[in-house]
C-alpha cells in the first residue's frame, strides 16, 4: 500500500502530463500537419518513430523521424486542403512505468482537392508517448481506419497534383 501523499504526486503529476500532451494544440499531432509545421510537428515525435498505418495499407515500420516527417508533408501538401480533428483523448499511463502512456483519440481526417476530390478517413488514434529530457514524445503512431468516404482515388489524383 502507498502512502497518500506518494499518491496524490501521482496523480498530479499524471494531470501534468496529459496537460503537457493533450492541452497544447500547437504541438499537437493533428494541428501540427494541418498547418504544416513540419519543424513542429517533428518536435512531438521520438527519433525512431514506430508508424502503422497498415489498416490504410502503410505496413508498420520503425522509421527515422526525418523519413517519417518527409512522407507526411510530401503525402499532406498535395491537397488544397485538410483537417485533421482528433478529439476525445484519453490518456491511460502504465503502471509499471510514470514515463510511458498511451493516448486514445477519434481521428476525422478530411482532404480537399481543388477541382474535384474529396477524401474522409474515419477512426482513431492511438499515439504510444515517452517522457524524454525534452517532455513528452510520440514513440510509436497507431491508425485505425473504421471507414471511409469521397472519392477512392482522390488520393491518387493528389499524388499526381
Known sequence: MRPAGQLAERRADRGAARGEFVAHPDRAYAVAIDDADWAGFAAIL????????????????????????????????????RQHISPNHRVVFDETDPDTAVCHSYMYAQHHLAGGGRYLMRGSYEHAVVRTADGWRISRVTQHVSWLEGDPDAPEHAARA
Open 46 to 81: 521520438t527519433d525512431p518513430v514506430h508508424i502503422d498505418f497498415s489498416a490504410a495499407g502503410m505496413p508498420a515500420a520503425d522509421l527515422p523521424r526525418a523519413d517519417f516527417v518527409g512522407f507526411a508533408s510530401g503525402a499532406l501538401e498535395r491537397w488544397t486542403a
